[in-house]
T-cell receptor, first 112, second 114 residues
């Protein structure tokens, strides 16, 4: 079955610290993988995506993610977090041209 | 930058009432979706729509729900008789064409059923 697991429900980091949000997936082949961010009361904004090729993908707002097939992971990283990064982050996969399957989300809090 | 727009941003309705949530997908996109997010929970797929018909729907999308693309620009989600458990954020989304896998989301419509 297709699924996405985000093991960390809530993460708190200090401003300027590095960040890594974990995402593991279950899928029979190589999926299309996405990270979306949702600020409070807002919609879902696409941060980055992986379809094929280079396993390290760059996104907006200084985020990057690395696809590791051997670990079925697609972790999101940022070298230095800003207070404005406080939001909820969703990892998602698509098996083809249709629906996205989302993880439960990780809520990021940033301490000044 | 083109975006998916949704109206209303927030609606409060009484249980048993019909609700229509409206969406204008990005122009020239061909695939359309509705997702929902109950407060504090994950985003769940409801339905996908292509070529004027439903291409896939989830178990959530029962007979109380329907979708329509009435005029070539709007994409609506109708809930015939709302229940308390329908309270959620409903997201509309669209995708350009076959071969392009990125799905673009609107800002969502908060539905509160009282």
């Amino acid at each position: 079955a297709q699924s996405v697991t985000q093991p960390d429900i809530h993460i708190t980091v200090s401003e300027g610290a590095s960040l890594e949000l974990r995402c593991n997936y279950s899928y029979g082949a190589t999926p299309y993988l996405f990270w979306y961010v949702q600020s409070p009361g807002q919609g879902l904004q696409l941060l980055l995506k992986y379809f094929s090729g280079d396993t390290l993908v760059q996104g907006i707002k200084g985020f990057e993610a690395e696809f590791k097939r051997s670990q079925s992971s697609f972790n999101l990283r940022k070298p230095s977090v800003h207070w404005s990064d406080a939001a909820e982050y969703f990892c998602a996969l698509s098996g083809g041209y249709n629906k996205l399957i989302f993880g439960a989300g990780t809520r990021l809090a940033v301490h000044p | 930058e083109p975006e998916v727009t949704q109206t209303p941003s927030h609606q409060v309705t009484q249980m048993g009432q019909e609700v229509i949530l409206r969406c204008v997908p990005i122009s020239n996109h061909l695939y359309f979706y509705w997702y929902r997010q109950i407060l504090g929970q994950k985003v769940e797929f409801l339905v996908s729509f292509y070529n004027n018909e439903i291409s896939e729907k989830s178990e959530i999308f029962d007979d109380q729900f329907s979708v329509e693309r009435p005029d070539g620009s709007n994409f609506t989600l109708k809930i015939r008789s709302t229940k308390l458990e329908d309270s959620a954020m409903y997201f509309c989304a669209s995708r350009p064409r076959q071969g392009e896998n990125t799905i673009y989301f609107g800002e969502g419509s908060w539905l509160t059923v009282v």
